[in-house]
């Protein structure tokens, strides 16, 4: 079970510019994390209409990195059944 | 059709291959707005846009991407910096060798804002005085904004020094860089300018219908949006998005136009700057030296040698310099400019107002034989 849940995309990072999700996905690819730009979900306001979906492994690197850049990153959410919960940055 | 075009300074032509390409292929097979859908061609548009801004931000030093704002053009991008930024009675230092793209903004600013206008004095060959600068500041004054290169003469400002009195006094410095990005050797990282407003058409080589701003972030605050509109950030909010570079991109832009710029720097990057410059520098001096040498004919501004971009104005004793532009074109397929080339304040100061002078711009793709040929057309219609 544990294995699975780590594999899931159910983390969504949102921003508040277009830029700064476009920006966030490709130091991601260049770390080589696994990281897909989507479409905001409807049930999460969001400032961009992009969001950046990543499993809990990418997550606690994407931090680390995000710490060392200028990217605005606006709110972190985790998704199960379909529901989102607001984490803390 | 086979012409020599000498009117880089308008815009540069042919543009290198690769640039009609990358707008080829973004009409052909991408196609999609940046920034707006979530699907995969739109994501693939904004990756485009991002990677084009990063270079732009490498060229120009900026210090980070965000600050890199895309207009249609450096009209634009200077409408929106003076626009946005002076209140009502500011008082602004400029130069008389400022295009209308800086002169009619400002004038419009002197009668909707009454905002204050000052002319530094230039020499022809791009010198400002320091004791010039102090005195024409007053308590009001809220900008410098200049010409890095003149459209009409070539002559390049020395904007270093004016941009360290400028810090001095807590200025903020205004930079139109249409003639000069692309055009000469210049170590941007230097240059402490608050607004860098460029084109994307002439020296960089890119698409017409493309350019920007770089933005010092300490600016955004007090300078309006010019535009508002949708960014695809925000959409549920009625007000324009402050954020970077939303803020000041309303609408969808050019994204053929900035694809075919992303190849442009790409391109520049490929060939080496340097040798660009150097070799359009070539040219130039063959033409000053060989346009020297025609009796009637007098140089505008800086002469062989001296430091310039590539365009080289001349006036004609004997006759009408738009006569000889005509003839230019439709006797011996050679294109230049005739006229006040949008900057009337520069004719004035040169003496050349209300009759103009033709201008030659050379470009990347111009021969040292098209050069030689156009002297020789010269010669034979002056006889």
Redesign the interface.
Known sequence: MADSEEALNNFLVTF?????A??C??ICQQSELDAH???VPRDI?S????ALEVNEVVLCDLKETLNNS?I?VEALYFCRDDEFVELEL | MAFIYLDNAATSHPRPRPVVEAVSRYLNELGAS?????HRPS?ES??L??ET?ELAADFFCAS???NVIFTANVTGALNIALKGYLRPGDHVLTTPFEHNAVLRPLHRLQEERNIEIDYLPVDSFGSIEREDFEHLLRENTSLVVINHASNVTGAVLDILPLSEWCGEYNLPLMVDAAQSAGSFDFPWEKLDAQFLCFTGHKGLMGPPGTGGMIIDPEMVERTKSFIEGG??????QLTQ?Q????KYEAGTMNTAGIAGLNAAFKYLADKGLERIIEKKKRLTESLCRGLEDIPGIELLGPGPGERRTSTVSITWSEGDTAELSVKLDREYDIMTRSGLHCAPLAHKELGTYPRGALRFSTGHFNTEDEIDRTLAAIKEILG
């Not at chain 1, 508040?16 to 700064?20: D, E, L, M, R, V």
């Not at chain 1, 400032?47 to 992009?50: I, K, P, Q, R």
């Not at chain 2, 940046?34 to 979530?38: L, T």
Request: aromatic share 0%; proline share 9%; hydrophobic share 25%.
């Open positions: 508040h510019a277009t830029s700064a476009m920006r996905e490709k730009l989507r479409p306001s400032s961009c209409g992009l200028d605005d | 940046p920034g707006r859908s979530g994501l904004g990756r846009v991002l801004r980070s991407v965000d960014t695809g950030s925000k959409s549920d998005p954020v970077l570079p939303d």
